[in-house]
């Protein structure tokens, strides 16, 4: 069963970091470009992160640039994002998805992904 897990949400003051992680099950995830998503109560989700096939091209979302930080462990089957100096906007669930047609490239549109996570819940709240 093809499958993504993402974990290391939680409860977090501001300017805290969490990292999440997103583990790959039934199927070998350096085949696939990895894109990070977040949604936030009562709005769409957006596209906050990706990271190509082996690593070497990333992409962000502008607001989240210098804060978050993705990367991959393609031995562990795991990816990762950084967050860091987090704000309460960036409260939301987020999620991991797969994209096994990007090769060299990832992208930051939902559309563009196969496999999804079921998402961990980030809080950022004093």
């Known amino acids: 069963q093809l499958q993504l897990v993402e974990s290391g949400g939680g409860l977090v003051q501001p300017g805290g970091s969490l990292r999440l992680s997103c583990a790959a099950s039934?199927?070998?995830?350096?085949?696939?470009?990895i894109g990070w998503f977040r949604q936030a109560p009562g709005k769409e989700r957006e596209g906050v992160s990706c990271?190509?096939?082996?690593?070497?091209?990333?992409n962000y979302l502008d607001s989240v640039k210098g804060r978050f930080t993705v990367s991959r462990d393609n031995a562990k089957n795991t990816a990762y994002l950084q967050i860091d100096s987090l704000k309460p906007e960036d409260t939301a669930v987020y999620y991991c998805a797969a994209d096994r047609t990007l090769i060299r490239l990832c992208a930051l549109a939902q559309g563009q992904y196969d496999y999804w996570g079921q998402g961990t819940q980030v809080t950022v709240s004093s």
């Open positions: 990271i190509s096939r082996s690593g070497e091209r990333t």
């Open positions: 039934g199927f070998a995830l350096d085949y696939h470009a």
